[in-house]
T-cell receptor
Framework: DTGVSQDPRHKITKRGQNVTFRCDPI?????LYWYRQTLGQGPEFLTY????????KSRLLSDRFSAERPKGSFSTLEIQRTEQGDSAMYLC????????????FGNGTRLTVT | AQTVTQSQPEMSVQEAETVTLSCTYD???????LFWYKQPPSRQMILVIR??????QNATENRFSVNFQKAAKSFSLKISDSQLGDTAMYFC?????????FGTGTRLKVLA
């Protein structure tokens, strides 16, 4: 169990640029989640994958956001035309596909949009 | 819609003392799970303890225990013999399906 890894740890970008984050879940975990966390807040659900299928996408995810999980392994989260309001910590989590299995979180990617 | 409320933004406790963090939730579901997660400064979030709603017995994990009051929709976390390493943000979370809903967190500082 090498844990959930996220890359990069930090990303600074200028408004209007596109960014892509990567998440590698624990290998036997079917479920993969993306959450967003702003300062002083708890994680907010963005999207959920079961294997390669994206089963739910939050209303928080505007059309500028897209997530993929090809082949049910790693996942990417892309933000197009970034805005200052996108600045946040983006957390990836995974779990086994069983009931309400606990989530295992990565260290997150901190995005700063200038 | 389910909601999770943590009404204590910050708390502090002396080392070796006991502290209780509060959490309330709202749901119409009868079967669900509740969690407490810990997020140390600049480190990843980890599970502290989990409670299944259909189990009346309160969960315990070493120095951590919960007081689960299903009728009151209350789920508090008690940390006994607090240690400096317990300093962190603590998040209460609810899950009835695959989705996990988190509270806004309580920042706990353990004082030497």
């Amino acid at each position: 169990d090498t844990g959930v890894s996220q890359d990069p740890r930090h990303k600074i970008t200028k408004r209007g640029q596109n960014v892509t984050f990567r998440c590698d879940p624990i290998s036997e975990h079917n479920r993969l989640y993306w959450y967003r966390q702003t300062l002083g807040q708890g994680p907010e659900f963005l999207t959920y994958f079961q294997n390669e299928a994206q089963l739910e996408k939050s209303r928080l995810l505007s059309d500028r956001f897209s997530a993929e999980r090809p082949k049910g392994s790693f996942s990417t989260l892309e933000i197009q035309r970034t805005e200052q309001g996108d600045s946040a910590m983006y957390l990836c989590a995974s779990s086994i596909d069983e009931g309400n299995s606990p989530l295992h979180f990565g260290n997150g990617t901190r995005l700063t949009v200038t | 819609a389910q909601t999770v409320t943590q009404s204590q933004p910050e708390m502090s406790v002396q080392e070796a003392e006991t502290v209780t963090l509060s959490c309330t939730y709202d749901t119409s579901e009868s079967n669900y799970y509740l969690f407490w997660y810990k997020q140390p400064p600049s480190r990843q979030m980890i599970l502290v303890i989990r409670q299944e709603a259909y189990k009346q017995q309160n969960a315990t994990e070493n120095r951590f225990s919960v007081n689960f009051q299903k009728a009151a929709k209350s789920f508090s976390l008690k940390i006994s013999d607090s240690q400096l390493g317990d300093t962190a943000m603590y998040f209460c979370a609810f899950s009835a399906t695959y989705k996990y809903i988190f509270g806004t967190g309580t920042r706990l500082k353990v004082l030497a």
